[in-house]
């Protein structure tokens, strides 16, 4: 796997053992540059660990996983500055205003003073942001807590980001704006490795992985999985996949 590598993301029979508990068993994942790449799975599945060893946060107990051409193994640090995370549980501080947790946020990824005030003001223009930036976080509504975390992963221009779930426990038209805001990431040419339950932000990937139990079960567009399944939805395909494989182990 090298820096020249067409793939964001290219992993082979990666795999996170806890003790004698497998999470992630065996992962090959190949994600286009540029692509919403979705990883959908039940609770426990495995998206988490998966992405927080993408991340370089957490050592793999076996495989080969590179991000951005870098193998996360030998170089994880190397990685940390060509991503962004957007943590399932993710943190802003609530007494800080919107400004302050991106200038936090912005010095954490090592952006100096004066190109990080640019990538800010830059940035509240694409999500939306300038009139918070006063804000205190605590007290604004969900939806808007995540756009900032959206904001405050993209503010050092990293070619690929991670959102484990973000839009979880948002309403539907706070959901939907959220993904107007995805395809915003994707179009300024950043790859979006998104996990989700729900199934209708799935059918805005390009392409998705089904996880169940640690392993990879289909990774296919969501039109291509709806008609091998010969499903009319994806939430219908998802379902008969998982259901198929909790069948094969009773
Ligand atoms: N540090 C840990 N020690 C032991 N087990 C862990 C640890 N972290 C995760 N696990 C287990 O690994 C499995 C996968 O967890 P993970 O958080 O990756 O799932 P997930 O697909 O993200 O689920 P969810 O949809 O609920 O977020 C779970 O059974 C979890 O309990
Ligand atoms: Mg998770």
Redesign the pocket.
Known sequence: MTAETRWAVETHALTKR?GD?T?VDNVDLQVHKGEIFGFL??????????IRILCGLLRATSGQASVSGVNIMRHPEKVKPLLGYMS?KFSLYDDLRVIDNMIFFGGVYGLKWKPLKQRIDHVSGEIGLHHLLNRQVRGLPTGWKQRIALACAILHDPAIVFLD?PTGGVDPVSRRQFWDLIYGVADTGKTVFV?T?YMDEAEYCHRVAI?YQGRIVSCDTPHTIKAQSGDPTLEDAFIRLVSDRIRQEV
């Open positions: 806890f508990f999470a799975g039940a609770n426990g599945a495995g998206k988490t660990t998966t399932q779930e996990t339950h996880m």
